[in-house]
């Protein structure tokens, strides 16, 4: 036997899938619109507008319909702070993920407001998206949303 | 609409990708750091007597702590191989080439390497064959500190010898 000298050995280790999926006809749509700076959700045979769109009604399963554009805006209904943003996060800086519904849209859809400081968040704040110069039919083409009439 | 000319968006990149830190543990560490050494440790049950190769540190059948550390050879008995005929990225050589599993003396479970110094169209199970070590400078806590296994010239090991480790 020999002496344990007490240290662990330790080792990165990554597992990463290179994997590329197809969009589908209404999740393409959508991020085509993303690509020229415009959000697009979807009509509902009950008249409702799902932003992002679904491929089926979460109400009826039937098919959805038309492409409905939404406004830039909308109000934060609930949010997460990060404090410590990680790698592969939008943002390098502390942020808040939320849940935003868009003007004319009758869900909300995830996304992040740089917003600068938890203290500046609050369920009901109105936001605007805010547009990378470079886009390429992402969500990041939205690069985040921010304070309406904020200072950032 | 778009004056984009750009094709609307069909596909997009989603890669998955998990970042993780391997701790290797008392026994691994163990095993690792010897290797350094040009050592091979085992770990032995007390009950059934099999040598774990690396030493995990509990039996699996048994249940109890494989408590005794055991040095193993460096040179085993192929139980079984495949030759490798198409390049891959992370390809150690350009193929042909053999992965074997070497059931190393004393030790009862194979371990997986890389096996030269022969047409890989000649790589036999039961093949007895020798452990070739990286120079002092490039030995580290890894089974890498072993560069390959070549054949020993040794006469092949009876299928007996190996037909309880495949």
Request: charged letters at 20%; glycine letters at 8%; proline letters at 10%.
């Amino acid at each position: 036997m020999h002496a344990d000298s007490g240290d662990l050995l330790t080792a990165p280790y990554v597992l990463e899938y290179t994997y590329q999926r197809s969009t589908g006809p209404v999740i393409g749509r959508f991020l085509t619109a993303l690509r020229d700076a415009r959000i697009e959700g979807v009509r509902t045979a009950g008249g409702r507008v799902l932003v992002p769109p679904l491929e089926y009604d979460p109400d009826s399963s039937e098919p959805t319909g038309e492409a409905v554009e939404v406004g830039q805006s909308g109000v934060v209904t609930t949010w997460s702070w990060v404090g410590a943003p990680r790698r592969f996060h939008p943002l390098a800086h502390p942020f808040a993920w939320a849940l935003i519904r868009l003007d004319g849209a009758d869900t909300a859809m995830l996304h992040a407001v740089d917003a600068g400081d938890a203290a500046a968040m609050r369920t009901g704040m109105r936001v605007t998206a805010r547009w990378r110069a470079e886009r390429i039919g992402s969500i990041r083409d939205l690069e985040c949303f921010v304070p309406e009439g904020g200072a950032r | 609409m778009s004056d984009d000319p750009r094709p609307p968006v069909t596909l997009f990149q989603a890669p998955i990708r998990l970042d993780y830190t391997v701790t290797a543990g008392r026994n691994l560490t163990r095993y690792l750091r010897a290797l350094a050494q040009r050592r091979i440790i085992g770990g032995r049950c007390p009950e059934c007597q099999k040598v774990y190769l690396p030493p995990r540190g509990s039996c699996p059948t048994c249940g109890v702590p494989t408590d005794t550390e055991v040095q193993i050879a460096d040179r085993g008995t192929v139980t079984t191989f495949c030759v490798i005929n198409i390049p891959f990225e992370a390809a150690p050589f350009p193929p042909p080439y053999a992965a074997v599993a070497i059931v190393l003396d004393g030790a009862d479970q194979p371990i997986l390497h890389l096996l030269r110094g022969i047409p890989p169209d000649e790589v036999r199970m039961g093949m007895r064959v020798q452990a070739v070590w990286v120079p002092d400078h490039e030995l580290a806590p890894t089974l890498a500190s072993i560069r390959w296994f070549e054949p020993t010239g040794e006469p092949d090991a009876p299928f007996e010898a190996i037909k309880d480790h495949l």
